[in-house]
């Protein structure tokens, strides 16, 4: 036989092992945007004329178990030393209603809230007594990363569980997609006999390798057995020979767009707006392909989840001048001009320029990560006026706030009470408003409401700090007794830090209602 009749021969033969459309692995949780990249093995389909070694004894599926084997469900990548958080963080809880609670919406509002929820995602902590071997609860923290967008660190706790199981690959994949990593994730495809691709996938990597030839081997193998879609079959065509298609006008965007589609959307000239598409996607916009404008914008609003480091955001702030005025070009400008003045010590320019940078890091809720960069830095300087009331806020929304409010003279009320929430003391004090009155009584004694303290009664930390921090984002949207509860469970669990950052963003940020 020819070699290359072998080699068609052997792409049909794998063409024909892939899964049947019928057989595709449905989504496992809330994350609908993952693309179908593998899919579970069709049944083999029993022949009834053919005998059977028993008779008269019926089958069930048997579930094996190793004893003592490791539980992926423990995977982590802080420990406790690091999270402060107990290594029976979930105790007797139920693996279910814990995943429940993980991946549930949330109000985006407080980035100390975003940090402690990253916290107890990434946590290494002893699984629930029920987990099984399903990876249930690993799957739902991966699944809750990559809803925030944080793909890095989704990344690493994938890598840790070091597992081939679909559903994790399916994610794993979806992420190199992004980051534009996807040979690595084709690579790994093709070195895990256990992934079933799904024709989309196998194409999308055989053209990525460079086997064109095979690739549309097999999207027409795909064709005639009826398993790729209609508008599965148009945009692999374009991605596979763009060019019969340069004068067609331009595909319609799916109603679904996933990474892979999206991917080769982008491969084929056409390439989709991530602005209305989950966080997640912004990172492809990070890549050196991206313009300099779509990184921009891509860097604020991941640093505004929290997403990523606040450095990326100023290297790419700092990387070149504004070529034009207004929207993110204007928050460029003005970063550049304070970092100038930053760098000259030039305490008059950045005592001018103060108002201007922090009106618009205010107005693109971009605060936290300004403080984290500069809050120590503009502490030390001695500002007068409204200079130094910027300073003194953002020192508090930066990670030194402790230090930085126990050094601060209190010019009225309300930076009092801002000093005395960052030591956690606010006895002797009076509140300067509603929600200041919300805040105070978790730091003066106030008990958990019965729930919350059964749980942690029970042990089940980890829960009560998922509901406490719903209860304390529903505070900020108007509910201000769950600001009370949710506060004093945090103080009450050890998690003081976190309770005197969330409160002091309480006060500090703009995200009421």
Sequence with gaps: ?????????????????????????????????????????????????RPTATTGVTQGAVAVTVIGAPSADAVGLLPPTV???????????????????????RVDSLPSLRGLLLTVLLAEAQPPADAGTAATLLMARIDKLLDMGALDQARALLDAAGSRDPGLF???????????????????????????????????CLARSGDWNAAALTLRTGQALGYITDEEDALLSR???????EDEPPLSTPARVTPLAWRMFEAIGEPLSTATLPIAFAHAELRPQAGWKAQVEAAERLARAGAISPNVLLGLYTERRAAASGGVWDR?????????????????????????????????????PFADLYGTRLSAIPFSGEAAEIAFAVGLLSPDFESIAARHDPANPREAFLIALAEGNLAGLT?????????????????????????????????????????????????LDGV???????????????????????VLLERRG
Excluded: N, Y
Aim: with cysteine.
């Design 83 to 105: 999270t402060g958080l107990p290594a029976s963080l979930w105790g007797p809880g139920r693996t279910t209603d814990i995943a429940a609670l993980l991946t549930a919406e």
């Design 170 to 204: 399916r994610r794993s994949f979806d992420v190199a997609l992004l980051t534009g990593e996807e040979d690595r994730g084709c690579r790994i495809m093709v070195e895990s006999p256990g992934l079933a691709p799904t024709f989309p996938a196998r194409i999308f």
């Design 332 to 368: 460029v400008a003005a970063f550049q001009r304070f970092e100038a003045a930053l760098d000259k010590g030039d305490q008059g320019a950045i005592a001018r320029i103060l108002p201007e940078i922090w009106s618009q890091m205010t107005g693109s809720e971009l605060e936290v």
């Design 431 to 479: 509140p300067p408003d509603s929600l200041a009155r919300a805040i105070a009584p978790a730091f003066l004694g106030h008990e958990p409401d019965a729930d919350l303290s059964q749980l942690v009664a029970e042990g089940r930390i980890g829960e009560a700090i998922l509901i406490a921090i719903e209860k304390v984002e529903r505070g900020v949207q108007g509910d």
């Design 484 to 506: 009370t509860d949710g506060l004093a469970l945090l103080r009450a669990v050890g998690m003081e830090k976190a309770a005197r950052r969330t409160a002091l963003e309480l």
């Design 1 to 49: 036989m020819p070699i290359e009749a072998r080699r068609i021969g052997r792409i049909l033969a794998l063409c024909l092992l892939m899964p049947l459309p019928g057989h595709a692995e449905e989504p496992l949780s809330a994350i609908d945007w993952l693309s179908q990249s593998v899919a579970t093995p069709a049944p083999v389909p029993v022949d009834p004329a």
């Design 239 to 245: 991605f596979l020979d763009p060019d019969l298609f």
